[in-house]
């Protein structure tokens, strides 16, 4: 069974940058849709950016972030990417990463239910 860890969050100020990581253990699914979510105490966990795993350049990002997230993998190292430029308070939130065993409708890319392997998060606090 793979497990998925996340860790790189942290409390940055308006403005700043952080990149979060995403470990496969023992190693990430070989194709398929792995995605980045994003969840606070108010809101539902919604997803913000998506990759196609086969060829790596199929990247798809709800607006909100479109522009300041970049979502990437490295399969020799089994890791997932989110890398956050210009944060703003909105951005604070758990991030997951979550990975599909099956190959999804493109409409369903971002939703909780089409990724059945998930990591425990890690919190990202934007201060203003």
């Known amino acids: 069974q793979v497990l998925l860890k996340e860790s790189g969050g942290g409390t940055v100020r308006t403005g700043g940058s952080l990149t979060l990581s995403c470990i496969g253990t023992?190693?990430?699914?070989?194709?398929?849709?792995m995605a980045w979510f994003r969840q606070t105490s108010e809101k539902e966990r919604e997803g913000v950016a998506v990759?196609?795993?086969?060829?790596?350049?199929?990247?798809f990002y709800v607006d909100s972030v479109r522009g300041r997230f970049t979502i990437s993998h490295d399969h020799e190292k089994n890791t997932l990417y989110l890398q956050m430029k210009r944060l703003m308070p909105g951005d604070s939130a758990m991030y997951y990463c979550?990975?599909?065993?099956?190959?999804?409708?493109?409409?369903?890319?971002?939703?909780?239910?089409?990724?059945?392997?998930w990591g425990q998060g890690t919190q990202v606090t934007v201060s203003s």
């Open positions: 979550a990975a599909s065993t099956s190959v999804p409708d493109y409409d369903d890319i971002f939703r909780t239910s089409t990724y059945s392997l």
């Open positions: 023992p190693t990430l699914p070989k194709s398929g849709y």
């Open positions: 990759v196609w795993t086969v060829n790596g350049a199929s990247t």
